[in-house]
């Protein structure tokens, strides 16, 4: 994975919120409803920034909901397996499918942050 680098930004932040949204893409010279992509995307919400995990994810350890990471700082971040893998405290991870059969389009992950800033993978 490119540019991970960035995501650093998110070690020791506590979600503060998270939640999943409906988001969907129309592209501007074809509304045929065939092109039409609707996607339901995790969003982790920290102090300044917002993490939106569009590809496919999973949550490994001792989470039965993915709502009782509210309060949780992300401890560690590490690519491995083509997985994008947020370690938590010893209650477990997000696990997000980076390789292309994990991929939803038309982006990865999203991150926004102060400013008005962002990072997209796709």
Known sequence: MKDIEYIYVLRAREILEIHQE???TVPINDAS?????????????FDEYRFFIYNNWIIAGNITNFRE???KKIMNIAV????????FDA?????VDISDEGYNGPE???????????VVWN
């Open 80 to 87: 491995e397996n083509q997985f994008l893998i947020l370690t």
């Open 33 to 45: 409803e065939d092109k039409t992509l609707t996607e339901i995307p995790l969003v982790l919400f």
């Open 91 to 95: 209650s477990g991870s997000i696990r």
């Open 22 to 24: 409906i988001s969907t």
């Open 69 to 71: 990471l509210i309060g």
């Open 108 to 118: 990865s992950l999203v991150l926004h942050g102060p400013n008005n800033s962002f």
